[in-house]
Structures are given as C-alpha cells and as structure tokens.
C-alpha cells in the first residue's frame, strides 16, 4: 500500500486566534475523515512583502505563542517560516518543520541554524534556481546536522511580474531528497503585479496539485482561508477553505 502524501495547510499569516481555530478546527475534521495528518501553517511574520505598508503578522513572540495554543488545543503539527537565523531556536521550540523561504534558500546561516534545531527543515526552491541546483542548500543542512530535509517546488519567475513552473522540478528534486512538496497556491502569483502588492489566481490551484501529482510529488502545499478575498497577505492565491476537502479527496 503507498504512503499517503503530506498536506500542509493553513493561512498565509497569522491574522487573528479565531482565524487560526477555525482553519485549525477543518483540518482537524479533514484528518478524522481521510486519515490523513495535515500540518498547520501560518507565518509569525511576512518580512519579504511587497510594500512597506502591507500587514506583516504579530511578530515572533506572540505568533508562536499563538501556534503553540493550536498545537496544544488541536493536536496539529506546526509548519513555520524563518527569515533570520536567531529566531531559528526559539521557533524549533515549537514548529515541528522549520520552513527556508525561496528567496533565502542559499543562505548558509540561515540555513544551518534551522539544521541544529533537529526539527525537519523544508527548503522552498528559489524562484531564481533549478531543481538540480537544490542539492546545495540540502547539503548544508545535512552537514549542519539536519535528520531530515523537505524541498518544495513553487515555481519561478523570468521577470515581467509572473511565475512559470516546470513540473520537471520534482523529479530532479525527487533525485536529491524523498519528500518534494508542491506549493500549489504561492505557484499562481504574479509577483508585484498589483499595485504595491502580489495578485494571482486561486482557480488553478486545483490544476497545479493534480499536475504535481502527476510527476510524482511526495507533499502538497495549501494557504488556505474562510473568506480569501479578506485575507491580510496573498489574498488573491490562497484557496477557499471550503474547497479543500474535495481538493485532498482528489489528491488521495
């Protein structure tokens, strides 16, 4: 019998506690009903949007603590990014995968610092690399002593405000670690598109997970929320909430 993939999913950035219980409360549901063990996501901190303006999150101390009452309350496991190797520590205390941005992949502190926590490090694919040219940041986590290292494919960008993602990614990853996450909802950007902020299109969504699956993707990535077009970050990719139950039926 296969290994049931992985999902993670939850909102682009911690918004509210209510938010989070709510997502929280369907993937707990989505878990029950698919025996399946979706990770919860959400980020503390945005520190790489468009505009100096835009709404970032609560910040370090609070948003863990945050996640830290949904890991209690829920049971879920924690999906978390990083943006400087000092909060590394202090997020491993908490997150059970500690996420590199893309646009940070290829640095080594940063890099090495989420190794030494022993949680699993998952490395989104730069926007600028190939999947063969993420064997370099695996490595450094390996050699810092990480026990187990994630990649996720999520596109790239040739400039001209969009994302174009070659499938192929995958298998190339595939080559260099076991587990290769499509990041089905940051895939449908178009970077800096807006006016002072990232749009996009949440109705291929759907198509990029099936896609994935075709070329043989281990995980699968969902920002997800109850009234996307409110959302506080990224509002014009992340997938209604509501759809996500069929989306994962699809996908098992």
């Known amino acids: 019998m296969s290994k049931k993939p992985i999902f993670v999913a939850g909102p682009c950035v911690i918004e509210s506690p209510e938010l989070l219980c709510q997502v929280a409360e369907e993937l707990v549901r ?5 025996g399946t063990e979706i990770i919860f996501k959400a980020s503390f901190d945005k520190a790489n949007r468009t505009s100096i303006n835009s709404f970032r999150g609560p910040g370090l101390k609070k948003g863990l603590a945050m996640l830290g009452d949904i890991k209690q309350k829920y ?9 400087e190797s000092y909060q590394a520590e202090e997020v491993g205390e908490v997150a059970d995968v ?3 941005p893309a646009f940070l992949c290829r640095q080594t502190d940063l890099l090495i610092a989420a190794a030494k926590t022993g949680k699993i490090v998952n490395i989104k694919k730069a926007q600028f690399l190939s999947g063969t040219d993420m064997k370099y ?3 450094k986590c390996i050699e810092s002593g990480a026990k187990e290292v994630w990649l996720t ?3 790239n960008c040739f400039g001209y405000n969009n994302l174009i993602v070659d499938f192929r990614n995958i298998a190339d990853m595939k080559a260099i670690v076991p587990t290769v996450v499509m990041d089905c909802t940051h895939s449908v950007q178009r970077p800096s598109a807006g ?3 990232t749009i996009g299109d949440r109705k291929f969504v759907p198509a990029m997970a099936i896609a994935a699956k075709a070329f043989g993707a281990t995980g699968y990535f969902f920002e997800v929320h109850p009234n996307p077009d409110q959302g506080l970050s990224d509002a014009a990719n992340m997938l209604e ?3 996500l139950d069929e989306l994962i039926g699809k996908l098992l």
């Open 30 to 34: 989505l878990n029950k009903k698919y």
């Open 98 to 100: 500690i996420q590199i």
């Open 75 to 83: 049971g879920l496991k924690i999906l978390t990014d990083i943006h």
């Open 137 to 139: 940041p695996v490595q």
């Open 195 to 197: 006016v002072g902020k």
């Open 241 to 243: 909430l509501n759809k």
């Open 153 to 155: 494919e999520r596109g």
